[in-house]
């Protein structure tokens, strides 16, 4: 499948896999940051990206910094829907109590993964058919 991107910038790069069969392609900040602890920021990343219709796009965290540097993202995942032409931009937080995290333009910041969508018709009901799970939420299936 085609993914067509547009640069908003003339340094943007490119989104790619890492590895051949990668499910993500990497976002790149198209901006020094620096992310103070506890605190937010919206990174840009210098692209627009058009997904085809049926599909969507997921914005995920890297999981190298979220498990290093405690940068992940606040609004994980991020959404973008097929409609959506302008930029890309990153939302992250910065989980560490202590360190703030640099962010250099270039540096990969999160995963793009596209997505298929099944065509979806919401209907009210009076009844739910039975399932095995039921009505059990948060922590019914047992401890970690």
């Known amino acids: 499948m085609e993914l067509p991107i547009r640069r908003l910038d003339a340094e943007a790069r ?25 605190e937010r920021a919206m990174i840009p990343t210098g692209i627009a990206v058009a997904i085809p219709e049926g ?10 910094l979220a498990s290093k540097r405690g940068l992940t993202l606040a609004n994980s995942p ?7 032409r302008g930029e890309v931009i990153v939302a992250v ?7 703030p995290v640099d962010i250099a333009r270039g540096d990969r910041i ?3 993964v596209i997505v298929g969508l099944p065509a979806v018709e919401p209907m009210w009901a009076a ?7 039921g009505e059990g939420g948060f922590g019914s299936t047992g401890s970690a």
């Open 14 to 38: 490119l989104p790619t896999a890492h590895h051949p069969g990668d499910a993500g392609l990497d976002l790149r900040a198209n901006a020094d940051v620096e992310v103070l602890p506890g």
């Open 55 to 64: 599909h969507a796009g997921l914005v995920l965290p890297r999981s190298g």
């Open 78 to 84: 991020g959404l973008i829907d097929a409609g959506y």
């Open 93 to 99: 937080v910065n989980l560490d109590r202590s360190d």
């Open 110 to 112: 999160a995963q793009l």
């Open 127 to 133: 009844e739910l058919p039975d399932s095995r799970r």
